[in-house]
């Protein structure tokens, strides 16, 4: 017969519980016990059973992940971050798309979701979206990710901080006529968005500025609405001196208008985004940064702490910093 996890446990002087803990990545083992089992199990040649694992603890070993994109770069970019998570602690990941206007209408996930996972992140899904408040529903191990809920454990940044860090950099520059690209014409459905166009409006109004709804457009953060929106910011009689876009995809395609229309990012019009986009240095954008691959890695962590901690047991929510990365795209007025 082959290596069972009753001699790696009787090796290593543990029980096949905290044998399965530690293998598996779980919490509740302490550190020098996790990597004595690991080392031992190594040298046994011991590999643990998935599905003997998951009969024995009542778990599937599957986390969902629910977002309304797949392909767009800030929702790949966090799914990569959980997928490293998952991937260290010998999880699987079971990804679903929902609330995607884009797309024609799916299953509901909170009926997929019975028995076949131990836990559910959902990136940026509207708070009030009913297929949200269905998984809530089900009780089940949850974290949030780049949203807020009341009683759900999040993972966020402070979206009306970074949209006045980036308006804020834009004043101080001496720029007045300061135009927006905004996500959609519509009321917001997304968090971020709101918190964004109410961090904008709070430092115009403390600069004693107009917002100008002449000079704002919508770009549905995509880069091709990006390039539709600076086109109509640049059609208006006193086109604006500095632009705030509500994230770098949409600033990218800002660009592209702006070099259509020969002018120079930062030097006839200067251009900001949020996110820390992978291309923004090598677009010489001017940005307010996020973690988001952290985004995807601390909320995974979190929902792991979840699953593994007695019932009843609360997670906090997180709020992680911005930073703003200055580049060629914003100059004083002036320069």
């Known amino acids: 017969m082959g290596i069972t996890i009753r001699d790696v446990a009787l090796a290593a002087g543990v029980s096949t519980a905290t044998v399965s ?41 599957s986390i969902a992940v629910i977002t309304p994109y797949i392909a767009r770069w800030f929702f790949s970019t966090v799914i990569s971050g959980v997928e490293s998570v998952l991937q ?41 979206d009913p297929e949200l408040r269905d998984v809530v529903n089900l009780g089940m191990p949850m974290s949030l990710i780049g949203v807020s809920l009341q009683g759900v454990p999040s993972v966020t940044i402070d979206d009306v901080l970074a949209a006045r860090i980036a308006t804020q950099h834009l004043v101080n520059l001496g720029h007045r006529r300061i135009g927006v690209i905004a996500g959609s014409a519509i009321t917001a459905p997304f968090t971020a968005e709101h918190d964004r166009s109410r961090g904008f409006a709070e430092v115009m109004q403390e600069a ?73 240095e090598l677009l010489d954008l001017t940005t307010v940064a996020q973690p988001v691959v952290d985004l995807g890695r601390i909320a995974a962590e979190a929902l792991l702490v979840q699953i593994g901690a007695a019932a009843g047991t609360a997670a906090e929510s997180v709020i992680v910093p911005t930073h703003l990365s200055v580049r060629g795209s914003t100059t004083p007025l002036d320069a």
Not at 102 to 127: E, N, S
């Open 88 to 128: 260290n602690a010998g999880m699987d990941l079971l990804l679903m798309s929902v609330s995607n206007p884009d797309a024609p209408r799916r299953q509901p996930p909170a009926p997929r979701l019975r028995r076949r996972v131990d836990g559910v992140l959902v990136i940026a899904v509207p708070p009030d």
């Open 21 to 61: 803990r530690a293998l598996r990545g779980l919490p509740n083992v302490d550190e020098r016990t996790r990597s004595r089992v690991q080392q031992i199990a190594a040298d046994l040649d011991y590999v643990i059973s998935p599905s003997a694992s998951r009969l024995a603890s009542g778990r599937t070993g």
């Open 208 to 280: 004693g500025l107009q917002t100008d709804p002449m000079l704002e457009a919508f770009g549905h953060f995509t880069v091709a609405g990006g390039e539709q929106a600076m086109t109509a910011l640049l059609t208006q009689r006193q086109r604006p001196t500095a632009v705030f876009a509500m994230s770098d995809e949409m600033a990218f395609g800002a660009m592209r208008a702006l070099r259509a229309h020969g002018l120079t990012p930062g030097r006839e019009i200067s251009l900001i985004g949020i996110d820390g986009h992978d291309m923004s």
